[in-house]
């Protein structure tokens, strides 16, 4: 397995993926049944005793057990003239695994996809000049948080075969308190080589709002802005894009769009991976180009 050290790990696959193309095989699961509210279940020890702010990222970003939902629609910006070229949507699916001892690091499994669509009309993107677009999707990935030095740091375990690899957060996430609000701040800065010769730069930029219950009607949010280079498809060059992105626990909560096609490309990721047992048996499996980014 390979190990690989890089500033704030955990946030930045959904860019890279983005840009790199990853194309990925779905994972066999059964189809995704809507996902109906539960009562929380009983705390373990390790998260009683962990800090608050430690305790509200990863409820916020994972859930408490139950599966849930961060959705992201935006834009995606020619450089810089402005000129609005794609629009954007999808949505990951996690859940969360606290350990049984409190020395051991939270586990957050999770798939994710996104799909490119037309600007004026939002229809989701199969070809743009004559080029197939492929929508991004990862089968997995698994990580490890832990809290030190008053941050949160993330390690990613991703890839199949022989390019399963661990990246592992150098920096951590820092927060402010602003009223009853956490504000969790990333800033990263990618620059690694990329298979075909070329170097992999952009930047990027994720604030994750964590409001108390019952204050606002998303009390989960997070806008993330990026700059870098176009996909391959879409004739490189720089480009801006913006996210926003929210949480919900169910999928009849998903706007119709997303939902329709999410049921007809992509069911398996209506539901995270089950276990670490899941994981470990689609790391078996065959990945596709952007595994190894």
């Known amino acids: 397995m390979k190990r690989i050290h890089t500033k704030n790990a955990f946030l930045v696959f959904l860019g890279a993926a983005l840009f790199i193309g990853c194309k990925t095989e779905a994972p066999k699961t059964e189809e995704a049944e809507t996902v109906t509210e539960a009562p929380k279940p009983e705390r373990k020890a390790s998260y009683e005793n962990a800090p608050k702010p430690f305790q509200i990222w990863v409820d916020g970003r994972a859930g408490t057990g139950e599966a849930v939902h961060w959705l992201a629609e935006g834009s995606v910006y020619a450089y810089p003239s402005g000129e609005k070229l794609f629009g954007m949507i999808g949505f990951d699916s996690s859940t969360v695994i606290w350990p049984d001892d409190g020395e051991e690091t939270v586990t957050h499994l999770t798939r994710k996809t996104f ?21 991004i999707a990862y089968p ?13 740091y993330g390690d990613v375990e991703q890839g199949v075969g022989e390019r399963v690899q661990t990246i592992k957060a150098k920096n951590g996430i820092p927060y402010k308190v602003m009223g009853d609000t956490y504000i969790y701040n990333a800033q990263v800065f990618l620059d690694f080589p990329l298979p075909t010769g070329t170097q992999y730069q952009a930047w990027e930029n994720y604030d994750f709002y964590m409001h108390p219950e019952d204050t606002v009607d998303e009390p989960h949010q997070m806008g993330w802005q990026r700059y870098g280079s176009l996909p391959r498809w879409a004739g490189g060059g720089p480009c801006i894009i913006q996210l926003y992105s929210w949480r919900v626990e169910s999928h009849n909560e998903f706007p119709t769009n997303l939902l329709e096609w999410a049921k007809a490309e992509k ?12 994981v470990r048996a689609l790391q078996k499996g065959e990945g596709g180009p952007g595994w190894g980014s």
């Open 115 to 135: 799909a490119y669509t037309d600007p004026e009309t939002g229809e989701v993107l199969k070809e743009y000049n004559g080029q197939p677009v492929v929508p």
């Open 140 to 152: 997995y990935q698994m990580i490890t948080y832990r809290f030190e030095n008053d941050q949160i």
């Open 267 to 278: 069911p398996n990721w209506l539901k995270p991976p089950a276990s670490v047992e899941e």
